[in-house]
Structure formats: C-alpha cells, structure tokens
C-alpha cells in the first residue's frame, strides 16, 4: 500500500500494517508520541490495520483529535468502573469534550460524592490492569441482538437511529464492551492522569422531554504537570465565579421567581452603562444611527424572515387582538423594517443602524448559567445596508471596531469563519460570494483565523471572535455576519447610479455578543475588580477618627461634582477594618482622612492594585484618576 504523509511525500508499507508500526518505522519519538491517527483526514485507531492506498497523520496530545482520542478511552475507562461498581447502571453517551469528557448513567439511585471516590480508585485499577482494547464490528441485526442481551436500551436506539449503511462498531477493553465509533488508545494502561470533576443531571439526547440521566464529569492529561495546572484554573475559575462575585459585590443574580431573567442592581447598572455609554459613542463616532425597535412583532414578519422555520423552538409566543405575535429573539427583522421606511439612493449607503435591543430566547432550565447562558438579555446589535462594492471596506471597518473594543479591555482573542450549515437558506452562489468576501476581509486585516465549516448563520456566512480571559478560558462573543439572504426576503432595495432599484446587501454584527454576558465575562475576568474608568465607584473615603467627618464630607461631595463615584465611610470602626471592606469591595482607591491629613489639607491615598501610593492634594489625585478614566486604562 502506498502512504501519502502530510508534508505531500509518500511510501510505500505492506498491507495490514498499523499507524504505531508505521510510525516506529519513522522513529521511536514518533511511535512514542502517538495516540490516535488519522487516515483520509478521519479518526482512525493507531493499532487498527491499514490496508490500501491512503493519506495518513499522526495525532500526539498536541493535536486536538489526540487529545480527544486519550479522553475517549478515559470515558471508557470510567464507564468500565461504574459497571463493575454498580452493574444495574444502564449506559447511555460518554464523549471526549474539550475540557475532558463525560459519561451518562440511567442509575436509580443518584450517585453520591463518595461514589466518585469509588469510581476513581477502580478506575486506577483498570488503567493498572492495562487492558488491551479491541475493535469489532457487526451487521445492524446481530449488533441489536447483541445490545439487546446486554440490556442496554439507550444504545440500542442509537444503533436503530443510524443509517441503514452505517458501519456500527464495538470497543472491548477486559469485560466491559461498549457502542462506539472510536477512535481509542491501543490499552487502558496509556489513560494517565485523570480525575473526577462532578455530577450533573442530563437530559437523554439533550431533549427536556425525555429522561435525565445521570452525568460523571472527568478529565484526563497525558502530563501530571498539565492536570494540575488545569486544575489550579479551576480553584481560580471559583474564585472569579461571576454568580459569587456579582451577589457578593451586589451587582446582579437571578431569582427564583424569574430563573433565566437576570436582576441588575444599583452597582450593576452603573457597570452596564458606562459598557453602553462607550458602546454608543464609539459607534456614534464610526457613523452609526441608534434605533429602538419593539419586543414583540407579528408572527407573519417571522416567517419572512426565516426565524419561523429555523427558530420557533427557540420562541416566545403571545396573542394580541386574536392574531399571533412573537417576542423578538434577535434585532435584525427590526431593522430591516427601518430600513424600508423610507427610498435610498446609493449616495445614502452605507446606512449604518444599531440598537441596543432586548431579545428573549427559550432556554431548557439545565443549559441556564447565571448571565452566560440567560432568557432575556440586550444585543448589541449593528446592522450596515450596502452597495456589493462597499461590502470588503465595511467589513474591515467592522474588525477594525472590534479590535478597537477588545484591545481597550484587554483582552487578547482568536477568529474562525463559519461556513454554510446544513438547513440554510439561499443559492450556493450567494453563499460562495459571502464566504469570499469574509475571507478577503480577514486576509486584508492581516488576521489568522481558523475556518469552522458548516457552522454559519442559516442565512450567511459569519465570522466569530473569540476572547482569552485572564486564565486562559475563551468565550465566544462578537460575530459579524453576511447576509444577501434577509435583503431578498424583505424586497430591499436602493436606487443606483442608473436610476434603477438594486439588492443592497446585509452585514449582522454584535461586538459585546450581548451586555449581560459580556458583563460576566468582565468579571471573571477582573475577578471583580474592574478598570476604574467602568468601576461601580471609583473612590471612598474613609476617617480614623469623627474628627475628619466634616472634612470627609467635603472631599466626597468635590469628587462628585467633577464626575468621580465616590462614597464616605465615617462609622466609628477602625482604619484598619475600614480598609480591609473596601479591599473586599474591590474599589480601586481610598482616601484616608485623619488629622494630619487635615492639618497638611493633604489625602492619604490608598490603591486597590499598588497599596498605599502615599499622601497628595485632592486636586492631584482627581487629575491622576481622571486620566485613568479618560485613557481607559486596565
């Protein structure tokens, strides 16, 4: 069989050879370092024969596909041991995920915390017993058979599900035998490293209408050293935990009366809107117009738009006058409504319109995540209306916005493009003509990205940007969309230089993605400890004796009135308590007022970040703190 590698150089091997034979044929290091492979760019076992002319990769722990294959075989291995441990569990899924992997149980009884200690420590046993694993396959009827002598009522309708052409395969590790399509590690004795995260209740096939299983979340390294760090991360990902932090700095949270609906308070909002006051401005600045468009607008203009077909489940749905309404999920059919209230003329595009719009999305109960994953929540939506000419310079003006956005926050992130989903609507030359542009866009920019396929808008192409937060997590947040789709739909139209009408086209984009999740995204970020210039309060002032009350009183109300968020503290409490509270609030300076502080008409300025940065003039610590502000400084 010849082997074409992926440098483009080929060679030839005898049939029946495997990927780890081939690799040690290269070099040990190379054998050594291969987990899984992959032939025809598809998962494939390394201890699998190859037979025939192929293209082949070798996968290591560098590679995404090698990290998911050593955390497959993980899932296995906890399966195995829950089996051994507690043989009425029925098996339901166990994939590899980013962070890890996860196996469901159908289990009367739930699993306790002491249970996952039992779990793990048979797991080790079954990694040290280093259990060869085999794959086997078998025709659609035995392998129902097979499953159904097994008893095992989840798999066996996941093997009915399957198309009658599918190849369905079996992975053997000792006694335990389990559905999968694989691909594994060659033994149970490579799983190293791996650990026990939690439970979770899961909804069979993610369906709120079937039943919940029960869900072991683990993770596995193949380093000890990345395990721990990993989980350092996490202690620290509790600590920055945007729930905690937002009940304990009373910034926001959600009730029970309302699960899904977030609550901002007074600290909350004076955080929310100096994120919305920059919004605005800085897109008053680039040529924006705001708008402010209704919640709830009639089914009809849905079904235009497509969001009737492609995300009704996702809806809120009233009556009005006997006719059927929806409540908005998204912005854009506003818009566009906007737009046509009136006739173009190419001289007037681009048309540049956002809104800082409340949209409401049905969420299941278990996929709610404080403000990360919510039911009502405000896109910050922008909407360009263009000529086919304008479409590249809008698009850099677009990035260039959000690196403007990103960079004054600090944060570092990556891109990906998106490409056409399976249930979109439009011409295959419209979506080429989108997918193009966005890609000379980005080449432009001189931006890396990566290209996600099939995973775009159901009416165009998108480009997502994905923020780093300070210990290393990515969260998903702004995306700019294409769209010849919406146009067409709604019949836009601009009248061109030959005085004839013509299709604009569409750009969709948030940068935020939306303000509460951005706002829980800050503060785990910050871990609560904002930049100054969006900081709840900038300044307090604190007394070591009643002597300063007056003079506290004094300095409060000068920072006031030149625009700082200031508070006093004049309980009869000691400094040094005082300041610890105000530590604790996270407030990123302290004035401290006692009687020399006085006598000298001098602040003694304490800073959240630096400690004490010594005594100055009230006028020159506004002018050190309006600079900070003014520059945006993190």
């Known amino acids: 069989m010849e082997l074409t590698f992926p440098d483009g150089s080929t060679k030839e091997f005898k049939d029946g050879m495997t990927a780890l034979e081939i690799a040690a044929s290269i070099s040990q290091r190379l054998a050594k370092s291969t987990l899984v492979c992959e032939l025809d760019g598809k998962p494939y076992d390394a201890f699998r024969p190859i037979n025939g002319d192929h293209s082949i990769g070798f996968l290591s ?48 009884e739930p699993f306790s915390s002491e249970d996952l200690n039992k779990i793990e420590a048979e797991m080790e046993r079954i990694i040290k017993e280093d259990y060869t694993v085999e794959r086997f396959e078998l025709p659609r009827e035995e392998a129902i058979a097979y499953m159904e002598d097994k008893n095992e009522p989840y798999k066996l309708e996941l093997i009915r599900d399957l198309p009658e052409e599918s190849i369905i395969s079996f992975y053997k590790q000792g006694e335990f035998v389990d559905l999968c399509a694989g691909p594994h590690l060659p033994s149970t004795g490579k799983v190293r490293n791996t650990k026990l995260m939690s439970l979770a209740g ?38 920055r935990d945007h729930r905690r932090l937002g009940r304990e700095l009373d910034l926001f949270d959600i009730h029970d009366e309302g699960p899904g609906f977030p609550f901002f308070y007074p600290n909350g909002m004076v955080l929310r809107n100096q994120l919305e006051e920059f919004w605005r401005k800085q897109h008053y600045a680039r040529g924006y117009k705001e708008l402010k468009t209704p919640i709830i607008l009639n089914r009809e203009l849905w079904i235009r738009s497509g969001h009737w077909d492609h995300y009704k489940d996702n809806m809120y749905f009233t009556k009005i006058d006997d006719e059927d309404y929806a409540v908005k999920p998204m912005n854009c059919p506003g818009a566009i409504l906007a737009y046509k209230r009136k006739i173009y003329s190419y001289r007037d595009l681009p048309e540049r319109l956002a809104e800082l719009g409340l949209v409401h999305r049905h969420e299941i109960s278990g996929a709610l995540h404080g403000l990360m994953r919510v039911r009502c929540f405000t896109q910050d939506d922008a909407h360009i209306f263009m000529t086919s000419d304008q479409i590249k310079s809008e698009l850099l003006g677009v990035i260039d916005k959000f690196k403007y956005f990103y960079d004054t926050f600090g944060f570092k992130y990556s ?59 990515t969260w998903q947040c702004g995306t700019i969309q294409l769209d010849f789709q919406m146009p067409e739909r709604f019949d836009l139209s601009y009248v061109g230089a030959d005085n004839e009408k013509h299709r604009p086209v569409m750009i969709h984009t948030v940068v935020f993605g939306s303000i509460e999740r951005f706002i829980g995204i800050l503060t785990e970020h910050c871990a609560g400890a904002f930049p100054a210039w969006v900081a709840p309060l900038h300044a307090k002032v604190l007394t070591i004796t009643e002597r300063a009350d007056e003079r506290a009183n004094e300095v409060c109300e000068a920072l006031k009135s030149k625009g700082i968020r200031a508070e006093k503290d004049l309980r009869n409490e000691k400094i040094g308590y005082k300041i610890r509270e105000a530590q604790v609030q996270k407030i990123p300076y302290m004035l401290i007022l006692g009687d020399k ?38």
């Open 61 to 108: 722990w560098q590679d995404e596909g090698g990290r998911l294959g050593y955390r497959h075989t993980a899932s296995h291995v906890v399966a195995q041991a829950v089996k051994r441990l507690f043989p009425e569990a029925v098996l339901a899924i166990g994939p590899a995920i980013e962070t890890g992997y996860y196996y469901d149980f159908d289990k009367p």
């Open 202 to 239: 899961a909804y069979w096939r993610g369906n709120e209408k079937n039943k919940m299983l029960q869900r072991i979340y683990g993770t596995a390294f193949e380093k000890k050293v990345d395990l721990e760090e990993y989980l350092f991360r996490l202690e620290e990902a509790k600590k």
């Open 415 to 473: 891109v990906e493009l998106s490409t056409r989903p399976s249930n979109s609507m439009g011409s295959d030359e419209q979506w080429n003509k989108a997918i193009e542009a966005l890609k000379a866009a980005l080449d432009e920019n001189g931006q890396i990205y990566k290209t996600n396929e099939g995973d775009g808008a159901f009416y165009g192409p998108k480009i997502d940007f994905h923020l780093e937060d300070a210990i290393g997590r």
């Open 597 to 634: 502080e006085i006598e000298q008409n001098m602040v003694a300025v304490r800073s959240r970040r630096e400690g004490d940065i010594g005594k100055m003039t009230l006028e020159q610590f506004i002018a050190k703190l309006k600079k900070e502000i003014e520059e945006k400084q993190n």
